[in-house]
Each structure stands twice: as structure tokens, then as C-alpha cells.
């Protein structure tokens, strides 16, 4: 789930300003291209760069980050192979507490006022993509038996396509022509 050129800083706060604006929230924006990530299910390629919008609250000297991560990767249609574009937007919510670790299990600790939390977006995104990508809800997919790409054309293997089982049914219901064995 990391960076695979090995993280980059690109995502970072300052919670300074936060701090300087207690109880308010202050907006802080990205727009990176980011490498390809590691993902559960092969390379995940960006078409495009991420846009990344995110608010800091300082409130009673706890960070509460809300914001969105938008952009479009490039997947793999589970069902037909083919590679489609797939536009994705992640909510991100964090809280961050500084200097020694509370025991607050919900809440990440950081030393000083400069966070990175590339992390957590590389983690937001690979979490909003699907187990089984889709080209589109109703791709047909490939023909099993030629390959045929039944998104764009029929083949004339799909009527012989039966399941093993009922072939063996249908032998048995067929008469024999002969009589014999
Ligand atoms: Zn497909
Ligand atoms: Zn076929």
C-alpha cells in the first residue's frame, strides 16, 4: 500500500495555521500527479493528477482534517481485461493530536506542526477502489471457450457453451440411432 518510488512528500499540513485560527477551519489544496500505486489487485495508475481538498479545525488543541480526494485511475475490467478509466472521490476524516501519545486510539499523534499525510491519501483511494472493477455494470465480457470480445460481437461457440453437466444429461436423453453401444 506504499508509494512505489518510495513517498514522496507531497501531501503535508501545518497545524500551526490551524492553531493561529482556533475554532475555524482553514482550507489547504493540492494538485499532484502521483505515481502509480501498489494496489490489491496489480499496478494502479493515475490519468491525471489528484486533487485534494481539506479543511483543519483546531479545536481544545486537537486537529480535526475533513476533506475530499478526487481524480481518475486507470483499472482493469474484471470480467472483459479491458483497461478503463475510473473517476474517483474519497472523503478523508482524521484527528491529530500532538506531542505524547494519549492512549487515544482514534487519533494520530504527531511531533510539531507539520503533518504529511500522503499516507492516508494513498490509503483513502486504494480503499474506494472496487474488488472487481466493471467496465460497465452489464460487460459481457470474453467468451470462454474463443475469446471473443462479447461486448462488441457475438461468437458462434456461446450456443455450445453448456455446462459440463448438462451435456452428460443430454447424451443420456438422446436416443441412439443404432440401438446399440
Ligand atoms: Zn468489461
Ligand atoms: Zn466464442
Known amino acids: 500500500m506504499a508509494l512505489l518510488d518510495?513517498?514522496?512528500?507531497?501531501?503535508?499540513?501545518?497545524l500551526g495555521m490551524a492553531?493561529?485560527?482556533?475554532?475555524?477551519?482553514?482550507?489547504?489544496?493540492?494538485?499532484?500527479e502521483l505515481p502509480a500505486l501498489d494496489g490489491p489487485d496489480g499496478?494502479?495508475?493515475?490519468?491525471?493528477?489528484?486533487?485534494?481538498?481539506?479543511?483543519?479545525?483546531?479545536?481544545?488543541?486537537?486537529?480535526?482534517?475533513?476533506?475530499?480526494?478526487r481524480g481518475r485511475v486507470e483499472l482493469t475490467c474484471a470480467r472483459c481485461l479491458k483497461r478503463f478509466e475510473y473517476p474517483f472521490e474519497?472523503?478523508?476524516?482524521?484527528?491529530?493530536?500532538?506531542?505524547?501519545?494519549?492512549?487515544?486510539a482514534e487519533a494520530s499523534c504527531v511531533k510539531g506542526d507539520l503533518v504529511d499525510f500522503t499516507d492516508k491519501v494513498t490509503e483513502g483511494i486504494l480503499l474506494a477502489?472496487?474488488?472487481?472493477?466493471?467496465?460497465?455494470?452489464?460487460?459481457?465480457?470474453?467468451?470462454?471457450?474463443?475469446?471473443?470480445?462479447?461486448?462488441?460481437?457475438t461468437c458462434d461457440c456461446?450456443?455450445?457453451?453448456?455446462?459440463?453437466?448438462?451435456?452428460a444429461l443430454a447424451k443420456l436423453l438422446k436416443p441412439n440411432p443404432k440401438g446399440v453401444e
Open 90 to 104: 474519497v472523503a478523508l476524516a482524521e484527528r491529530y493530536v500532538q506531542g505524547r501519545d494519549r492512549g487515544d
Open 158 to 167: 456461446r450456443t455450445d457453451n453448456i455446462d459440463p453437466r448438462f451435456a
Open 43 to 69: 499496478t494502479v495508475s493515475f490519468l491525471g493528477p489528484v486533487d485534494v481538498e481539506v479543511t483543519v479545525t483546531c479545536v481544545e488543541g486537537q486537529y480535526w482534517l475533513n476533506g475530499t480526494v
Open 19 to 32: 492553531r493561529d485560527h482556533s475554532g475555524a477551519p482553514v482550507t489547504f489544496t493540492f494538485r499532484e
Open 129 to 153: 477502489l472496487p474488488m472487481r472493477a466493471l467496465c460497465h455494470p452489464g460487460c459481457r465480457g470474453l467468451c470462454p471457450e474463443c475469446g471473443q470480445m462479447l461486448n462488441e460481437a
Open 6 to 14: 518510495g513517498g514522496k512528500f507531497m501531501f503535508w499540513l501545518n
